[in-house]
């Protein structure tokens, strides 16, 4: 659980160095990024694509409690970002996409589909904003999610609802949504 331990240690410098000598919120959004990237990629071609599709081992499956199978990529994410939501780490992350297959991962603010939308029409650049939800400030940032392996391409083209059947590997499919309270 490497991801859980970096982003408590940044959240817990950025608390200790305080509001004003802080660190930069796009700078922090950035390093947790590269975190979740980093993981999420790594899981995707190690252990679903390694095992599923290269060995024939197991699969990753949705319902994989039941099926006793693996979780999806999406799924640990979204495991990670409810964890880390559970601690209060003073930021919150998220998968979404303006294709999702689960509508909870639909963006639900003007901000979050422009940043999707940005992503996708811009291969290999972050948006960046800010909104107010709540009657709090937060600076969002949006990172291209990619298409890593072909098990992200096959799930996500064979899936009985996803909306789009044409992703192809390397492509951006989504991003991964990084908010922090102002």
């Known amino acids: 659980m490497r991801i859980f ?14 509001e004003k000598t802080g660190i930069a919120p796009q700078r922090m959004a950035d390093a947790i990024f590269a975190v979740i990237e980093a993981d999420r990629a790594s899981y995707t071609n190690n252990v679903v694509n390694r095992l599923q599709n290269e060995e024939g081992v197991i699969k990753a499956e949705e319902h994989w409690k039941d099926k006793q199978a693996l979780p999806l990529p999406a799924q640990m994410l979204r495991m990670g970002a409810e964890r880390v939501a559970e601690q209060e780490a003073g930021f919150n992350y998220a998968l979404l996409s303006l294709w999702a297959i689960n509508k909870q991962n ?10 999707l939308e940005f992503v996708m029409d811009n291969p290999g650049q972050n ?7 709540g009657g709090t400030e937060y600076y969002t940032a949006i990172y291209p999610d990619v298409a890593v392996s072909p098990a992200c391409v096959s799930c996500h083209n064979d ?19 990084i908010r922090i309270p102002l």
Do not use: W
């Not at 331990?5 to 305080?18: E, K, M």
């Not at 639909?106 to 940043?115: I, M, N, S, V, Y």
């Open 127 to 133: 948006f960046y904003g800010t909104e107010n939800l």
């Open 106 to 115: 639909a963006p639900r603010t003007d901000l979050e589909k422009q940043g």
């Open 159 to 177: 899936h009985i609802d996803s909306p789009r059947t044409d992703f192809e590997l390397g492509e951006t499919m989504g991003g991964v949504v």
């Open 5 to 18: 331990a970096f982003i408590l240690a940044l959240a817990t410098l950025l608390t200790a160095c305080g």
